[in-house]
């Protein structure tokens, strides 16, 4: 009986299970819309922290969100392909732009 259980849990698992299509490799996921491209936005990488620098990098980077990132603070370790990380120092310069 208790395998039959088990066997009856694991059903509705499977039906989550997703393929890849024709055209996408079956090692990598296929690109998620809003994906982030930190290269794009490495320009600003120096320069002062503000809104419109804010706006300007999440605009370049086509990330969906953006997530400050001040001195010495700690984050999160989920990973986010939408979103894009601008890290600051003391003297409010932005020090890195990465995306997670």
Same mark, same amino acid.
């Given at each position: 009986?208790?395998?039959?259980?088990?066997?009856?849990?694991a059903?509705?698992?499977? =039906?989550?299970a997703?393929?890849? *299509? %024709?055209?996408?490799p +079956?090692?990598?996921?296929?690109?998620?819309?809003?994906a982030? $491209?930190?290269?794009a936005?490495?320009?600003?990488?120096?320069?002062?922290v503000?809104a419109?620098?804010g706006?300007t990098?999440?605009?370049?980077?086509? =990330?969906?969100?953006?997530?400050? *990132? %001040?001195?010495?603070? +700690?984050?999160?370790?989920?990973?986010r392909e939408?979103?894009? $990380?601008?890290?600051?120092?003391?003297?409010?310069?932005?020090?890195?732009?990465?995306?997670?």
């Open positions: 009986m208790r395998i039959l259980t088990l066997g009856l849990m059903v509705p698992l499977a =039906a989550c997703t393929t890849p *299509g %024709p055209d996408t +079956a090692d990598q996921p296929p690109p998620m819309a809003g982030c $491209n930190a290269d936005a490495q320009s600003h990488v120096g320069s002062t503000s419109a620098i706006a990098i999440q605009k370049e980077s086509g =990330a969906r969100s953006l997530r400050w *990132g %001040p001195p010495n603070s +700690a984050w999160t370790m989920d990973y939408d979103r894009v $990380n601008v890290r600051y120092d003391d003297e409010m310069k932005i020090t890195e732009i990465t995306c997670g």
